[in-house]
């Protein structure tokens, strides 16, 4: 990659740190005497400078093992592209996906159960629903299209 976007992974992951510290410490700081929604803010802050730092990490060390062996880009776009590894992709995307649909119903039924508040429960439901629609909706389109 060029050196101005190793730079800007730099940039990027040094405002991802500063963020996400500036937010822990405001968090601390004011943790006994704050509204909820500033807690919540911060939170998201803290998500959002350590979102950034560990992409930018990751993008960084990239560039450098792609640095360090040159031959590693041209098999890595092969690897990519195969049909191997695309199949084997979609199968683990599969599976990923059902075992996350029992914890989705565990999970509405525990929020029941503690007696959160009701839009919280409804919006997981929904959630689960949106999920399930949409392996429905894939796999009819799929169906067709074989």
């Known amino acids: ?6 730079k800007t992974n730099i940039v990027f ?3 991802g740190l500063l ?6 410490l ?11 929604l ?8 803290i998500f959002l400078g350590l ?3 560990g992409s930018n990490a990751e993008k960084i060390m990239h560039n450098y093992f792609l640095k360090q062996r040159p031959g ?3 098999d890595m776009m092969i690897e990519q592209n195969d049909e191997r590894t695309v199949l084997l992709l979609h199968l683990a995307r599969s599976k990923s996906f059902n075992a996350i649909s029992p914890v989705f119903v565990l999970l509405i039924i525990i ?28 796999f009819i389109k799929l169906n067709k299209e074989m």
């Open 26 to 36: 405001s968090l601390i700081y004011l943790s006994h005497r704050s509204l909820p």
């Open 13 to 15: 992951l040094l405002i």
């Open 111 to 138: 929020f029941a159960i503690m007696r959160l508040e009701l839009w919280a429960t409804l919006a997981l439901a929904a959630v689960y629903m949106i999920n399930q629609c949409a392996m429905i909706y894939f």
């Open 1 to 6: 990659m060029k050196n101005h976007n190793h």
């Open 72 to 74: 590693l880009k041209q």
């Open 19 to 24: 963020v996400s510290v500036t937010a822990i």
């Open 51 to 53: 979102q950034l730092f």
């Open 38 to 45: 500033v807690k919540i803010l911060l939170g998201l802050m």
